[in-house]
């Protein structure tokens, strides 16, 4: 369908608080829609759920209730779990990097989040502040921003001291603003564990009861069906990352494919979620203005027009450190990791990552923000980074 144009949408750089992101009552919740989707080939390929198979608790973490919780579904899923004398995992003990690397992927900790973390920190500009409901994930993107933030071999952390965690953000929120917003995704994707964890939809479910509080949260699978019916009033903005499928199918192993991710986000709106699409990380490889557009073409079959939606759009970046990780990790991807290629950008901190140059981000943001206002008006682009 023909669509008007429109002003290119607002970028800032700290999240809207007077318009997609107030604060709805259930009964403003969307309603459940009868549009049925354009058709398609195919429901697309559905992330496998992952079945860790070396699953540890820490002593600490067994004598919590939320511990208690995940041990009942694992034991439910046919996972076995082993329960430590003190709060120490064992050594992975892998004989190369690449070996380390496929064990770590194939465990799953359940330890208490340590003191430290009950001190929220700033995200912007995704958010007010973020929290963890986990560190690490199971999945295999070959960009993937935790090489370098999280120390030491890709291990799956789950937190089991939730119910203290979630008690914790309530001195947060500022009772001055008509909303603040939480980020649960800054270092693992929520719903690629929440099978084994449930603890996505305990947040979901918290925040629901908080008029003045919004969660947010983004992943690259796409079993949603867990918190299709929760009581999320309108207080969690699920957002899916979705790319281009040329980086989708080279990059994001153990992922649901684009098929997979927008059937999840269709079902999401249909429950009366807020969305977003978080357009991460941007390549300009050869013909990526039509792949985009086909990706953005699909996203707006997938939605009705007036879908309460943002968009995201995040350049692939990387750091010195983190190009070392991933190349261990993944010596044969076809990841651009050449630095002749990229401006240097240096943060307070005097380190630096490396960015597009220049005009490589310009044309990237003119074409993003200008043919999604085109075809999504009723849309924010959140930031463009
Ligand atoms: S899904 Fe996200 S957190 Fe998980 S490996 Fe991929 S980029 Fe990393």
Redesign the pocket.
Known sequence: MPRPLSQAPHISGRLPQDHADRPISQADAPPVSTFAPAPRRHAGRSARAWKPKHVYFTAAAWQEEHGRRIAERLAKLGVEYEVMSANRLPKLGGATTRETYRKAKNTLAIVNAPAGQFKLTPIPPSADWQFHLAKG?????Q????AGSLPGAPVTRAYANLDQILDNLAAYIDPHRALTTFEASCY??PL?IEHLTGSLSRAITWFGEQSDARLRWV??YDDVSPLLNLPHNGQTRCRI?LNADWVTQRL?G??ADLEARLVAMRKLTDAGYRVGAVLAPLMPFDNWRVDYGDLLDQLRNTLDDGADLTFELITHRFTPGSKEILLDWYPNTSLDFDEERRSKKLNKFGSHKFVYPREQMKELKEWFTERIARDFPEAEVLYFT
């Open positions: 994930c199971p999945a295999h993107c960009y993937c921003y935790l693992t994707d690629g992943t690259k990352s994001e153990g992922t």
